[in-house]
């Protein structure tokens, strides 16, 4: 079925047929190695504007996907408004992929704020730099996410303040970036070797818990210590690092 629009203004829009984002609009998936992040994900709220303002790299974008992939619901729409274009081409553009056409200029900001709330879209405004910029889209009820390197002057939004990871939480998102990239034979066995009571432990041994040939074993191993998942002492033993043993043992609960 095709989705059909009537009319252009504000109040006459009526909007049928499947409700979906094109895939190049929807946010894109949040990092598979994410990790922390309990406190703001329970923080952000669904219905009403929140803006996720810190420092660059903080992890505001990975901490918006993150919520929107878990917790979120219904069509989203990713908006980079990083672009310096001017904000008709940009409304153009966000419309075009609403499947709304030749809409006129002047028209655009309320057509697509209508479109938003008729289809209860969720919206993730990415990289403002201004209030300014985001107040145009914002449609008048809904779920919209904002982030900013900036404090945004937004009424009504909820402002969380985006810290950097801890340390530890930093070490686990390394461990989890080099673990979610593993074949299995790896993670099985790195998941499996943390268990192991000695201190350290060699290829027969390693073999012995796994239930494998040694030499399957070895270059597993040797894979392992490769991506710093491992350490390897002496002529062929192994040990983990002891937080490097603590998420291996969390993995097998997850
Ligand atoms: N909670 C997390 N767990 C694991 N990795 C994370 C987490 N948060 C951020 N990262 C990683 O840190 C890097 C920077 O994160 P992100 O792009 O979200 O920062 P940002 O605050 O949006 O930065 P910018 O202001 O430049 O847009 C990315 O590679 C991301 O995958
Ligand atoms: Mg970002």
Not at 64 to 69: E, G, V
């Amino acid at each position: 079925m095709s989705d059909v629009l009537t009319g252009t203004t504000t109040g006459a829009i009526r909007y049928r047929g499947r409700h979906e984002v094109p895939v190049a609009f929807r946010p894109p998936a949040p990092p598979r190695h994410f990790v922390g992040r309990d406190r703001e994900l329970a923080q952000i709220r669904s219905g009403g504007v929140t803006v996720l303002s810190g420092p660059g790299g903080v992890g505001k974008t990975a901490l918006a996907l993150k919520w929107l992939r878990d917790r979120g619901s219904g069509d989203q729409l990713y908006v980079d408004l990083t672009a310096r274009e001017p904000v008709e081409v940009r409304l153009n553009r966000l419309l075009e992929a609403l499947r709304l056409y030749d809409v006129p200029a002047e028209e655009r900001a309320a057509v697509f704020r209508s479109v938003v709330l008729l289809r209860k879209i969720t919206l993730l405004l990415d990289n403002a730099d201004s209030a300014d910029q985001v107040t145009p889209l914002l449609p008048a009820s809904g779920t919209v996410l904002v982030t900013s390197r900036a404090k945004l002057d937004l009424a009504g939004a909820h402002q969380i303040d985006v810290e950097p990871l801890t340390g530890d939480e930093r070490l686990d998102a390394l461990l989890e970036e080099s673990y979610v990239e593993l074949p299995e034979r790896q993670a099985r066995l790195y998941r499996l070797c943390a268990w192991h009571a000695g201190a350290h432990f060699d290829v027969p041994v390693a073999a012995a818990i796994a239930g494998e040939q040694e030499c399957d074993v070895e270059d597993a191993l040797d894979d392992l210590v490769e991506k710093s998942l491992l350490t390897e002492v002496g002529d062929e033993a192994f040990r983990f690092h002891e937080l490097v043993r603590a998420h291996a043992r969390a993995k097998r609960y997850q």
